[in-house]
Protein backbone atom coordinates (compact mmCIF):
# COMPACT_ATOMS: atom_id res chain seq x y z
CA UNK A 1 0.00 0.00 0.00
CA UNK A 2 2.89 2.40 0.74
CA UNK A 3 3.97 1.74 -2.60
CA UNK A 4 0.97 2.38 -4.22
CA UNK A 5 1.17 5.76 -2.51
CA UNK A 6 4.22 7.01 -3.22
CA UNK A 7 3.92 6.08 -7.35
CA UNK A 8 0.51 7.91 -6.90
CA UNK A 9 2.49 10.65 -4.99
CA UNK A 10 5.06 10.61 -7.86
CA UNK A 11 3.02 10.89 -10.77
CA UNK A 12 0.82 13.64 -9.21
CA UNK A 13 4.39 14.96 -9.10
CA UNK A 14 5.24 14.47 -12.60
CA UNK A 15 2.26 15.94 -13.48
CA UNK A 16 3.01 19.41 -11.80
CA UNK A 17 6.50 19.40 -12.76
CA UNK A 18 5.28 19.60 -16.37
CA UNK A 19 2.38 21.98 -16.21
CA UNK A 20 5.26 23.83 -14.16
CA UNK A 21 8.13 23.86 -16.54
CA UNK A 22 5.79 23.55 -19.28
CA UNK A 23 3.67 27.14 -18.21
CA UNK A 24 6.68 28.99 -16.95
CA UNK A 25 8.93 28.10 -20.68
CA UNK A 26 5.76 28.60 -23.22
CA UNK A 27 6.26 32.80 -22.09
CA UNK A 28 9.60 32.88 -22.69
CA UNK A 29 10.03 34.04 -26.44
CA UNK A 30 13.07 32.81 -28.30
CA UNK A 31 15.45 35.34 -29.86
CA UNK A 32 14.92 33.98 -33.14
CA UNK A 33 10.97 34.05 -33.25
CA UNK A 34 10.72 30.82 -34.91
CA UNK A 35 7.47 29.01 -34.51
CA UNK A 36 7.67 25.37 -33.27
CA UNK A 37 6.28 24.57 -37.26
CA UNK A 38 9.68 25.82 -38.62
CA UNK A 39 11.82 23.89 -36.27
CA UNK A 40 10.47 20.74 -36.82
CA UNK A 41 10.53 21.40 -40.46
CA UNK A 42 14.39 22.43 -39.96
CA UNK A 43 15.62 19.74 -37.62
CA UNK A 44 13.62 16.79 -40.31
CA UNK A 45 15.02 18.82 -43.30
CA UNK A 46 18.72 18.83 -42.03
CA UNK A 47 18.06 14.80 -41.38
CA UNK A 48 16.88 14.22 -45.17
CA UNK A 49 13.31 13.71 -43.86
CA UNK A 50 10.99 15.44 -46.51
CA UNK A 51 8.00 13.02 -46.49
CA UNK A 52 6.60 13.85 -43.29
CA UNK A 53 3.49 16.11 -42.83
CA UNK A 54 3.79 18.56 -40.24
CA UNK A 55 -0.01 19.34 -38.96
CA UNK A 56 -1.58 21.52 -35.94
CA UNK A 57 -4.22 20.08 -34.05
CA UNK A 58 -6.30 21.43 -30.62
CA UNK A 59 -5.80 20.80 -27.15
CA UNK A 60 -3.18 21.28 -24.77
CA UNK A 61 0.35 19.27 -25.37
CA UNK A 62 -1.17 16.61 -28.15
CA UNK A 63 1.84 16.65 -29.83
CA UNK A 64 2.66 13.70 -31.18
CA UNK A 65 4.46 11.80 -34.16
CA UNK A 66 2.90 9.09 -36.27
CA UNK A 67 5.22 6.90 -37.39
CA UNK A 68 1.90 4.89 -39.38
CA UNK A 69 0.92 7.71 -41.28
CA UNK A 70 4.37 9.87 -41.52
CA UNK A 71 2.60 12.72 -39.87
CA UNK A 72 4.07 15.06 -37.40
CA UNK A 73 1.47 16.46 -35.39
CA UNK A 74 1.41 19.84 -33.00
CA UNK A 75 -1.12 21.35 -30.65
CA UNK A 76 -1.66 25.11 -31.95
CA UNK A 77 0.53 26.39 -28.98
CA UNK A 78 3.43 24.83 -30.30
CA UNK A 79 2.41 25.00 -33.55
CA UNK A 80 2.64 28.21 -34.19
CA UNK A 81 4.35 29.20 -30.92
CA UNK A 82 8.00 30.76 -30.39
CA UNK A 83 8.54 30.18 -26.99
CA UNK A 84 11.21 27.99 -25.18
CA UNK A 85 8.86 25.62 -24.53
CA UNK A 86 6.86 25.14 -27.87
CA UNK A 87 10.57 25.09 -29.89
CA UNK A 88 11.39 22.02 -27.10
CA UNK A 89 8.62 19.95 -28.13
CA UNK A 90 8.14 20.44 -31.94
CA UNK A 91 12.13 19.25 -31.65
CA UNK A 92 11.13 16.36 -29.58
CA UNK A 93 8.55 15.20 -31.85
CA UNK A 94 10.86 16.06 -34.82
CA UNK A 95 13.20 14.01 -32.99
CA UNK A 96 10.89 10.73 -33.16
CA UNK A 97 10.62 11.37 -37.23
CA UNK A 98 14.43 10.69 -37.59
CA UNK A 99 14.00 7.65 -35.17
CA UNK A 100 11.82 6.14 -37.87
CA UNK A 101 14.25 7.28 -40.80
CA UNK A 102 17.35 5.83 -39.40
CA UNK A 103 15.63 2.29 -38.04
CA UNK A 104 15.76 3.28 -34.59
CA UNK A 105 15.70 -0.25 -33.02
CA UNK A 106 13.52 0.64 -29.85
CA UNK A 107 10.97 3.09 -31.89
CA UNK A 108 10.54 0.04 -34.62
CA UNK A 109 9.62 -2.19 -31.37
CA UNK A 110 7.42 -0.01 -29.74
CA UNK A 111 5.52 -0.23 -32.82
CA UNK A 112 5.32 -3.77 -32.62
CA UNK A 113 3.40 -3.14 -29.42
CA UNK A 114 1.20 -0.74 -29.95
CA UNK A 115 -1.68 -3.46 -31.61
CA UNK A 116 -1.69 -5.52 -28.27
CA UNK A 117 -1.09 -2.27 -25.99
CA UNK A 118 -4.46 -1.51 -27.67
CA UNK A 119 -6.27 -4.88 -27.15
CA UNK A 120 -4.79 -4.36 -23.44
CA UNK A 121 -6.18 -1.11 -23.10
CA UNK A 122 -9.86 -2.22 -23.62
CA UNK A 123 -9.75 -5.60 -21.57
CA UNK A 124 -8.15 -3.47 -18.66
CA UNK A 125 -11.39 -1.49 -17.60
CA UNK A 126 -13.42 -4.93 -17.86
CA UNK A 127 -11.24 -6.41 -15.28
CA UNK A 128 -11.09 -3.64 -12.66
CA UNK A 129 -14.81 -4.03 -12.79
CA UNK A 130 -14.30 -7.68 -12.35
CA UNK A 131 -11.90 -7.18 -9.17
CA UNK A 132 -14.59 -4.89 -7.44
CA UNK A 133 -17.45 -7.08 -7.80
CA UNK A 134 -15.60 -10.90 -7.85
CA UNK A 135 -15.72 -11.45 -3.62
CA UNK A 136 -12.25 -12.78 -3.18
CA UNK A 137 -10.96 -10.38 -5.97
CA UNK A 138 -9.01 -11.14 -8.92
CA UNK A 139 -8.43 -14.86 -8.92
CA UNK A 140 -7.95 -18.31 -11.59
CA UNK A 141 -7.94 -17.06 -15.32
CA UNK A 142 -8.99 -13.39 -14.57
CA UNK A 143 -6.02 -12.96 -12.48
CA UNK A 144 -4.28 -14.37 -15.24
CA UNK A 145 -5.38 -12.24 -17.99
CA UNK A 146 -4.87 -9.24 -15.84
CA UNK A 147 -1.16 -10.24 -15.04
CA UNK A 148 -0.78 -10.66 -18.92
CA UNK A 149 -2.68 -7.12 -19.38
CA UNK A 150 -0.22 -5.13 -17.32
CA UNK A 151 3.23 -7.50 -18.25
CA UNK A 152 2.34 -5.84 -21.85
CA UNK A 153 1.62 -2.38 -20.54
CA UNK A 154 4.66 -2.55 -18.60
CA UNK A 155 7.21 -3.92 -21.38
CA UNK A 156 5.22 -1.02 -23.72
CA UNK A 157 6.25 1.56 -20.99
CA UNK A 158 9.71 0.19 -20.76
CA UNK A 159 10.42 0.35 -24.29
CA UNK A 160 9.21 4.18 -24.18
CA UNK A 161 11.81 5.24 -21.89
CA UNK A 162 14.78 4.86 -23.98
CA UNK A 163 12.50 6.31 -27.15
CA UNK A 164 11.54 9.38 -25.56
CA UNK A 165 15.16 9.77 -24.37
CA UNK A 166 16.58 9.75 -26.94
CA UNK A 167 14.12 12.24 -28.92
CA UNK A 168 15.28 14.77 -26.62
CA UNK A 169 18.58 14.27 -26.76
CA UNK A 170 18.55 14.82 -30.63
CA UNK A 171 16.14 17.14 -30.09
CA UNK A 172 18.47 19.48 -27.65
CA UNK A 173 21.84 18.69 -29.94
CA UNK A 174 19.65 20.48 -33.45
CA UNK A 175 18.12 23.34 -31.65
CA UNK A 176 21.81 24.63 -31.03
CA UNK A 177 23.58 23.07 -33.98
CA UNK A 178 20.83 23.94 -36.25
CA UNK A 179 21.42 27.95 -34.93
CA UNK A 180 17.30 27.76 -33.84
CA UNK A 181 18.69 28.61 -30.04
CA UNK A 182 21.52 29.91 -28.55
CA UNK A 183 23.06 27.59 -25.96
CA UNK A 184 22.13 30.21 -23.26
CA UNK A 185 18.05 29.45 -24.27
CA UNK A 186 18.50 25.96 -23.59
CA UNK A 187 17.84 25.55 -20.06
CA UNK A 188 14.67 26.96 -20.91
CA UNK A 189 14.39 23.42 -23.46
CA UNK A 190 15.91 21.18 -20.86
CA UNK A 191 13.49 22.02 -17.97
CA UNK A 192 10.66 21.23 -20.45
CA UNK A 193 11.88 17.95 -21.93
CA UNK A 194 13.47 16.72 -18.24
CA UNK A 195 9.95 17.39 -16.39
CA UNK A 196 8.49 15.71 -19.38
CA UNK A 197 10.70 12.78 -19.18
CA UNK A 198 9.18 12.53 -15.45
CA UNK A 199 5.83 11.25 -16.97
CA UNK A 200 7.43 8.44 -19.21
CA UNK A 201 9.16 7.63 -15.40
CA UNK A 202 5.80 7.11 -13.52
CA UNK A 203 3.69 5.64 -16.16
CA UNK A 204 6.30 2.78 -16.22
CA UNK A 205 6.74 2.40 -12.84
CA UNK A 206 2.84 2.18 -12.15
CA UNK A 207 2.70 -0.55 -14.57
CA UNK A 208 5.46 -2.48 -13.20
CA UNK A 209 4.25 -2.17 -9.77
CA UNK A 210 0.88 -3.10 -10.38
CA UNK A 211 2.18 -5.99 -12.29
CA UNK A 212 4.47 -7.18 -9.14
CA UNK A 213 1.40 -6.91 -7.35
CA UNK A 214 -0.60 -8.87 -9.05
CA UNK A 215 2.33 -11.69 -9.57
CA UNK A 216 2.04 -11.37 -5.54
CA UNK A 217 -1.48 -13.22 -5.67
CA UNK A 218 -0.89 -15.65 -7.79
CA UNK A 219 1.62 -17.48 -5.47
Not at 144 to 164: G, M
Request: charge should be neutral; charged fraction near 15%; proline fraction near 2%.
Amino acid sequence: MIMFVLVFVFAIYAQIRVSSAYGKNSQILSRGQITGREAAQAVMAHAGITDVEITETEGHLTDHYDPMSKRLVLSSENYRGTSLAALGVAAHEAGHAIQHKEGYAMLNFRMLLVPATQVVSKILPFIILASWFLVRGLTGIVLDVAIICYAVLSLFQLITLPVEFDASRRAKVQLVGLGILDQDEMPGVNQTLNAAALTYVAAFVGALLNLLYLLSRRE
